[in-house]
């Protein structure tokens, strides 16, 4: 059985930084890509990032900015969504999903098992 979990989330100021995790199970860690999206109240699940299976190649977002940063550790079945300088507009709830195959993908349907989301709230 498949599992994903996130964490990490919180309340935070604006300018901080947070990192998020999700801890997976059930599956070939190193043979699936990965990738962090997020849903704002009323808006759609947007992309933040991706990464291959073995974790050399990652895509990112233009709205990101060079702000966040994906990475996974295949020896601990996890990826990080590290995240600086928060801003109002970051809030949201942060999903983890589990690619179909070893590529990334940046698109939703790209992906196969979801987790159920850790909320990120950044305060002015």
């Known amino acids: 059985q498949v599992q994903v979990v996130e964490s990490g989330g919180g309340l935070v100021q604006v300018g901080t930084s947070l990192k998020l995790s999700c801890v997976t199970s059930g599956f070939t860690f190193r043979s699936r890509g990965m990738g962090w999206f997020r849903q704002a109240p009323g808006k759609e699940r947007e992309l933040i990032a991706t990464?291959?299976?073995?974790?050399?190649?990652?895509a990112y977002s233009d709205f990101v900015k060079g702000r966040f940063t994906i990475s996974k550790d295949n020896a601990k079945n996890t990826v990080f969504l590290q995240m600086n300088d928060l801003q109002p507009e970051d809030t949201a709830v942060y999903f983890c999903g589990v690619s179909r195959d070893f590529g990334y993908s940046v698109h939703l349907d790209g992906y196969r098992y979801w987790g159920q989301g850790t909320r990120v709230t950044v305060s002015s």
């Open positions: 990464i291959t299976g073995s974790g050399e190649t990652t």
